[in-house]
């Protein structure tokens, strides 16, 4: 007990040191004068480029990427706040602007103390070759150390780590470089300092780690920092049992998260007292805001943040790069001499693997609105995975007889079963609207209501919208979907809350019989001023989902101008093997384990019977 308080005591010392280290590299940073030719290069460098565009079109980039599951994607806006950040001219003192960021006070900015000495010497352009070639140096070194020391297939899961980063994205983008650095740095450490790395310094090991991830990143993919250095720590660490292996997963994760964290709340605390102003209460409210705890975000809404991250790995050829790995896998366990094996080190995989998880079920809020850079999050989770299969395959002298590959193969089938049964589990959001188009505006007065036809595509629709207008500060907006005249639900909106927009969204969760007809009827209650609803213009851009309006019995020359949301599995083919292929890998890494659980009840229950 008095080792782990002593522990704890140093821990909280390194991180002590590490805030005021942190403010006195920034505030000497700073101090460095501004080579204006290069700030202004740089920055007129990445203003021709956009916001948002794609590593592979950066001539013409669109804003429209921001949205979208490319995996190139970069962050223009993000890399322009810390080149602003990097070059800023500083009049009064230093320390002061070290702490302040101008906004962005809550983070640590640590990347101008390497950015600022560099853009004193080349722009922006030169620091993308060097970061081009810095990147490919460090994966080779990895590469090879990892063929030497545990063979070839070992060196192909890290370069596969790699591809699924996106090297074009990461040589390009300032922001996605500084969480590389920091895990290809400590899993080189690991691997050429192996038995420096021991279990005792490990814990403070992932301490700096944290500290460091804290002090340069702002919030992109930092899980990665902790996760691919322990992979590689324990890949090259042998003999222990299993109960180790976990031990090592948890005090390491442990550590790194108090030394990001502590780090984190370090800089509150110190640029609270320094810019006299509650950073704290900020920082907090960012915190309860990015994990999604200030809104209303249920527990579907979060595993959405884990499918929309996912979806970036649809890109073909990150399809195809899973789609062989799981082809080798298979081939190698009904392969004469070799077969798949449960390892010690499996539970130790498989948390790590399940940490990706959490990470975007607690940061449902970030993740969801920055899956463009945080979908890099699940490559700890596959390259986990990768590495406890690749352990899994070893040599069989005898070979696999006939039956056991029998055997194998039904298990590969049943496999295949589960992982298409969870790929039709999966549910996308398809829209439909007619908006955007002239409209013609029809007054909803008091004791009429409007009429129509709603023949829904999909069973369930979770959100409604329709354009609305109106100066009335008091009353209200029905809106019913009724059947055969009986209502089967219904919105009500308050006139006084109707938007500047004039289009108004509704979250629903409306459950439909396939080919049947509904009615989407509404009238006002209570107003004191005119109600209009808008309709399209002679059935400009048609719903399919809508039929004819009528208000009082007569006909209108158009269509409700409205959108609505379905909530449906994927309707395109690839996606849906896409994800089979994803089910089918985890399954795999999982069915190790539930065997080694079957087996054991198994001779437990054997073993009793024996004895009776």
């Not at 030719?37 to 203003?47: D, F, I």
């Not at 991250?309 to 649809?314: D, L, R, T, V």
């Amino acid at each position: 007990m008095k080792t782990a308080w002593k522990r704890l005591g140093i821990m909280l010392g390194m991180i002590v040191v590490g805030v005021f280290l942190g403010a006195l590299l920034i505030t000497l940073a700073y101090c460095i004068p501004v080579n204006q030719k290069n700030a202004q290069s740089s920055m007129t460098s990445l203003n021709n480029e956009d916001w948002y565009p794609s590593a592979t079109q950066l001539s013409s980039s669109l804003d429209t990427y921001f949205h979208s599951y490319l995996p190139g994607v970069l962050d223009g806006g993000t890399d322009g706040l810390m080149l602003d950040r990097a070059t800023k001219e500083i009049q009064g003192n230093p320390l002061y602007e070290a702490m302040d960021m101008e906004g962005y006070t809550y983070y640590w900015h640590g990347y101008v103390v390497i950015l600022r000495i560099l853009l004193f010497f080349i722009d922006y352009e030169q620091f993308r070759f060097l970061n081009c070639a810095l990147q490919l140096l460090m994966v080779f070194l990895l590469a090879h150390f990892l063929w030497e020391k545990k063979g070839q297939r070992y060196a192909m899961v890290m370069l596969s780590a790699y591809i699924l980063l996106m090297p074009m994205a990461m040589s390009l983008s300032l922001q996605f470089s500084w969480v590389f650095y920091i895990t290809m740095i400590a899993s080189l450490l690991i691997c050429y300092c192996n038995s420096w790395c021991s279990e005792q310094r490990i814990p403070y090991i992932f301490l700096g780690i944290g500290i460091l991830t804290s002090f340069i990143d702002l919030l992109t993919y930092p899980l990665y920092t902790w996760a691919f250095p322990l992979l590689i720590f324990l890949l090259l660490k042998n003999g222990e049992k299993a109960g180790q292996y976990v031990k090592t997963v948890i005090s390491s994760g442990f550590s790194w998260i108090l030394g990001y964290a502590g780090m984190w709340f370090g800089k509150w605390v110190l640029a609270g007292w320094v810019v006299k102003r509650n950073v704290m209460q900020e920082a907090w409210e960012e915190v309860l805001f990015r994990s999604g705890s200030t809104e209303t975000m249920n527990i579907f809404t979060r595993l959405s943040a884990l499918y929309q991250n996912w979806k970036h790995y649809e890109y073909p050829l990150y399809m195809a790069l899973l789609f062989l790995w799981l082809l080798w896998f298979i081939y190698k366990s009904l392969k004469k001499g070799t077969q798949m094996q449960r390892n010690e080190k499996n539970d130790a995989y498989l948390l790590i693997t399940a940490s990706a998880f959490v990470w975007y079920f607690v940061l449902a809020n970030h993740t969801l609105g920055h899956h463009f850079f945080t979908y890099r999050i699940w490559g700890i989770a596959i390259s986990s995975v990768l590495f406890l299969l690749c352990e899994s395959i070893v040599p069989q002298e005898e070979g696999v007889s006939k039956r056991s590959r029998l055997c194998l193969v039904i298990q590969w089938g049943i496999l295949l079963i589960l992982s298409v049964g969870m790929t039709l589990t999966a549910r996308e959001d398809i829209d439909v609207l007619n908006g955007g188009v002239e409209y013609q505006e029809v007054e909803l007065e008091e004791g009429s209501q409007v009429e129509e036809e709603f023949i829904p595509t999909y069973p369930t629709v979770k959100q409604f919208s329709m354009g609305i207008r109106t100066d009335s500060k008091i009353g209200h907006c029905i809106i019913e979907v009724q059947n055969d005249g009986k209502t089967l639900y219904e919105l009500e909106l308050e006139l006084a809350q109707v938007s500047d927009s004039c289009y108004e969204t509704f979250p629903v969760n409306w459950k439909f019989k396939k080919g049947k007809n509904y009615e989407i009827v509404i009238y006002a209650e209570g107003n004191e001023t005119p109600v209009y609803l808008r309709f399209t213009k002679d059935n400009v851009n048609p719903m399919m989902e809508l039929g004819t309006a009528e208000i009082n019995g007569e006909i209108i020359s158009g269509q409700l101008t409205s959108g609505v949301v379905y909530s449906y599995r994927p309707l395109s083919k690839r996606t849906l093997i896409f994800l089979t292929i994803s089910w089918l890998g985890l399954f795999a890494a999982l069915s190790l384990e539930v065997k080694q659980i079957v087996m054991r009840v198994f001779y437990r229950l054997k073993g009793k019977s024996g004895s009776v």
